[in-house]
């Protein structure tokens, strides 16, 4: 998976990537598990679905962390995403904290492309040397 025209694939951008979204990963394994108090007191308590959606999350989550350095990493993180938007029909408070990290995750993405957007115009002005 290599950019075109920028000098290392893009190689240099995704390992920056991966600090920014290991971090937010893990800012989500925590916040999650802690949406199951709000959904006791807010939504009327807790019932299997929502105590199991929950530990799906956070365990892919945790997975997600470990394994994101693999070309499928970004894919499972984002996929991730989805599942916690898509936990709106188990409890709008998952929903919420779903389209948090969303836009969350929208905004790193892209701040990423925008960095392998300007690293190829760089590499096609000719590196350093142009101005």
């Not at 920014?20 to 959904?39: I, K, N, W």
């Not at 070309?71 to 998952?94: D, E, I, K, N, R």
């Not at 929903?95 to 492309?113: D, S, Y």
């Amino acid at each position: 998976m290599t950019e075109p025209g920028v000098p290392d694939g893009g190689a240099a951008a995704r390992k920056a990537f991966r600090g920014p979204a290991s971090a937010c990963l893990s800012l989500e394994v925590v916040t999650v598990p802690l949406g199951l108090l709000v959904m006791d007191k807010v939504e009327g308590g807790l019932t299997p679905a929502k105590i199991a959606w929950v530990v799906v999350l956070t365990l892919g989550m945790i997975v997600a962390i470990a394994t994101f350095s693999r070309p499928w990493g970004l894919p499972l993180a984002l996929g991730l995403q989805v599942l916690m938007l898509l936990g709106w029909v188990v409890s709008p408070s998952l929903g919420v904290l779903g389209l948090v990290f969303c836009l969350v995750w929208a905004l790193m993405l892209w701040m990423r492309h925008e960095v392998l957007r300007r690293q190829r115009e760089f590499a096609q002005r000719g590196g350093a040397g142009a101005e």
